[in-house]
């Protein structure tokens, strides 16, 4: 249930009631096209890589359009999940983000090449991997989040869901285009423009740029003199060719470049000299001090800087037979990436311990290709059959100094896919759709391991009936499949090669939907309950403790000699397990008056191992995921190991997403005041055996704009009420396998208030 606070706060928005901006106002097209007649108002989405209403779609599909984006202020990618509730965007270093639905965490970066995440991301219908989603977010026309297994109609297979971003087109009928920008009391500065429009009856175009600078997480460090911060800069360039009457073709360019410091809080009593028993020698630069995590107080004596150069090529064409199409999707990535990351939490320097200083560069080129043959008119009967190829090619260079300084590596993986979607009009109101798919998975690490293949058959089938017009029910059964890990994943040292790999994984979900609308489409109600059970999940845990020297007898420390005072052993552990995830999603839409429209989004998850057996903090060695204490590692064992039927990952099983707002006149000028109200409720994060706390933010907005919307100014406050909490926990931290009295993580950010300026041309 929620708590009081939470049910009085949501019940303040919809007070105020907002324009249902993360759920469907007029939904920015891919492409320009007027929505249905019948209705302006129609959201229309690309779910299925056809236009068709969002109603009519046999899925459980939300939709953020560019105007909810601009309405909301949303300046990242990661802030989208304030719009959609039960998704999950995660940052928990400067190099490492993970997208998570339907209670399923995926490993950060997504594990090897991408191949690994749970849920795929588009642009423009082009994968790309959730490092390039993260990095940047401007000209966007929509944004469409499908929840389910994917995989017989677009891309690689993804067990939970996709995220397709479609930017704005030029357009051949006008020119248009708008200057952006925005400050925040968090020294935030956002600039975005964009210009596009005909060069001749046959020629459009778009350009679109975005600078943006902001303290990040604010976290500082008294070991360093620095602080977490991020600066973005992006470019992007469209044409689209219409060179004759049935053949477009669009081809668009971005380039991203991201520097950013990252740091995380800590909290405890920083060491002195001489205390952990003698094991701290000069005491932290922090000695003595108590910090809490809400005090955003790092004590990293080295800094940890992330840089991405990022240059993204995408081209897609349609020719348009009649009854029948051909469409080609292609993009190409070249990522330049690299980073540090100073592991001394504790701010005791090297007089202390080795110093654990982490570099990391990488260098990515990602070619995608796919062909599909698609009826489009047929009545009774319409098909697709499609060919999907990529190829990631990668060179990385990985240094823990001081233990050494180059450790090279290089691969490529390559996934194909041969795919079909056939559609049957059963009757007016019923439709069967049938979905098939090979995919063919291939890792080679040139030389540097095994070349492992992984192969799989998996499938979709819905059918829907609609009742009335405005009422359909859906029911689906859909199979998906993620590869293994073909051995690329570098061990830490000293323990086994296998700990760090997993194989390959597969699922099964079952989901039965409601989608209607009533009071002549005033009120959208959609209900979806889900099933899906997973063999063999792939499990990444963070932080496990490991040793170099298993105990036969009893624990073992957890250092890579075995010693009580050797080098500590901590590493990311993978492991197969089975699990399941259910749970129910529903939404909410209501034009209340012509000037006052409310939303809510609700989930609810129930995501969890089933008697897996999985890599475990345990320090006392009695079965069960612990961390108080000496990190100690069970008897006989690399890694201690628990049977877990625990959550999947740090996420809530409850989340909620609200959004109201009313619009009215000041002096003949349009004006409004929205808010988007976000809950969460209490997490169960399995490596420290820890709950991260539920908490709850409001958003709101208040502004004017000129005659015609050709000007606007908002007013707005994220997090309104200053709602801080623990958000990332990374467990304690110690000296030579000595408990150092900090443990780190971060917690949500302040208040931030802001202006936006926008002009409108």
């Known amino acids: ?90 940052r928990t270093s400067g190099s490492e983000q993970s997208i998570s639905m339907r209670g399923i965490k995926m490993p950060n970066n997504g594990g090897t090449g991408g191949a690994t995440s749970t849920v795929e991301v588009y642009l423009n219908e082009v994968p790309i991997s959730t490092t390039d989603a993260f990095n940047a977010l401007f000209d966007v026309g929509q944004i469409e989040v499908l929840r389910g297994p994917q995989g017989t109609l677009r891309g690689r297979p993804s067990p939970s869901g ?55 997480n604010e976290i500082k460090s008294i070991g360093n003199g620095k602080g977490s911060y991020h600066e973005t800069v992006g470019a992007r360039g469209t044409l689209t060719w219409r060179p004759i009457e049935h053949l477009e073709l669009n081809l668009m360019h971005q380039y991203i470049r991201e520097d950013r410091d990252f740091y995380r809080s800590i909290q405890g009593t920083a060491p002195c000299a001489g205390d952990s028993g003698g094991a701290v020698i000069v005491g932290s630069v922090g000695c003595g001090k108590t910090y809490s995590l809400e005090d955003r107080v790092s004590l990293n004596t080295g800094p940890s800087p992330v840089k991405y150069r990022g240059n993204l090529t995408t081209l897609s064409a349609k020719y348009d037979l009649g009854d029948y199409q051909i469409n080609y999707l292609g993009g190409y990535n070249d990522v330049n990436s690299s980073g540090g990351q100073d592991f001394d939490f504790a701010g005791i320097g090297q007089a202390n311990q080795i110093p654990t200083w982490l570099l990391a560069a990488d260098h990515t080129k990602t070619f995608t290709n796919e062909l599909r043959f698609e009826s489009t008119a047929g009545e009774f009967y319409n098909f697709t059959y499609g060919v999907f190829s990529s190829s990631v090619k990668f060179t990385s260079d990985f240094a823990f100094i001081p233990f050494f300084t180059s450790f090279p590596s290089a691969g490529e993986s390559k996934d194909y896919g041969v795919f079909t979607n056939q559609r049957f009009n059963l009757s007016a109101k019923d439709k069967l759709s049938l979905g098939l798919r090979y995919s063919h998975s291939n890792i080679d690490l040139f030389g540097g391991g095994p070349n492992t293949t992984y192969q799989a058959i998996t499938g979709n089938a819905s059918y829907s009936h609609e009742f009335s017009r405005d009422v359909m029910a859906y029911v689906s059964y859909g199979t998906s499949f993620r590869p293994g890990s073909g051995g690329a994943n570098t061990a830490t040292n000293p323990v086994p090669q296998s700990t760090a790999n997993f194989d390959s994984e597969h699922s099964q979900s079952t989901e039965i939907g409601l989608k209607s609308q009533w009071f002549n489409r005033r009120l959208t109600a959609n209900l979806t309950l889900f099933d899906q059970k997973y063999d063999g999940y792939i499990a990444s845990m963070f932080n496990v403790a490991c040793t170099g020297v298993p105990n036969e007898t009893g624990m073992a420390y957890a250092t890579n000699d075995g010693t009580p005072t050797g080098p500590i052993c901590f590493g990311t552990m993978y492991a197969n397990g089975n699990a399941v995830s259910r749970g129910v ?86 004006s409004y005041i929205r808010a988007n109200a976000i809950y969460r409720n209490k997490a169960y994060f399995p490596q420290t055996a820890n709950y991260m706390p539920g908490f709850m933010q409001v958003n709101a907005y208040l502004g004017i704009k000129g005659p015609d919307e050709s000007w606007e100014i908002s007013l707005w406050a994220k997090n309104l009420f200053d709602e801080v909490v623990q958000d990332t926990d990374g467990g304690p931290w110690t000296v030579y396998g000595v408990p150092s009295g900090l443990s780190i993580g971060t917690v949500t950010n302040r208040r931030e208030i802001g202006i936006t300026l926008r002009k409108d041309f």
């Not at 400050?183 to 964009?194: I, M, P, S």
């Not at 475990?616 to 690399?638: A, H, L």
């Open 1 to 90: 249930m929620l708590p009081h606070k939470a049910i009085a706060l949501m019940v303040g928005v919809s007070v105020f009631a907002l324009a249902g901006a993360s759920f469907a106002q007029e939904a920015a097209p891919v492409a320009p096209a007027a929505a249905p007649a019948d209705d302006s108002t129609v959201v229309v989405v690309t779910a299925n890589k056809r236009r068709e209403p969002v109603q009519k779609v046999a899925q459980t599909v939300n939709v953020v359009s560019g105007q909810a984006l601009q309405d909301m202020q949303i300046r990242s990618f990661q802030e989208v999940s304030t719009a959609v509730a039960g998704l999950s965007l995660t």
């Open 162 to 216: 996709a995220i397709t971003v479609a930017t704005q087109r030029g357009s051949f009928t006008s020119s248009s285009g708008f200057i952006e920008g925005s400050l925040t009391d968090h020294n935030g500065k956002n600039v975005q423009a964009a210009y596009g429009g005909p060069i001749t009856d046959k020629l459009a175009f778009r350009v679109a740029g975005l600078y943006d600078y902001n303290d990040d």
């Open 585 to 670: 999603e529903a939404e909410l839409r209501y034009a209340i008056t012509p000037s006052w429209n409310a939303g809510i989004n609700y989930t609810y998850t129930d995501a969890h191992f089933v008697n897996a057996l999985l890599p475990c903090n345990d320090y006392n060695g009695d079965g069960t995921p612990d961390v108080t204490g000496t990190p100690m590692v069970q008897k006989n064992s690399y890694i201690s190991q628990c049977v877990s039927s625990q959550a999947l990952g740090q996420l809530p099983s409850t989340s909620i997403s609200a959004n109201t707002a009313y619009n009215f006149e000041i002096a003949g000028l349009d």
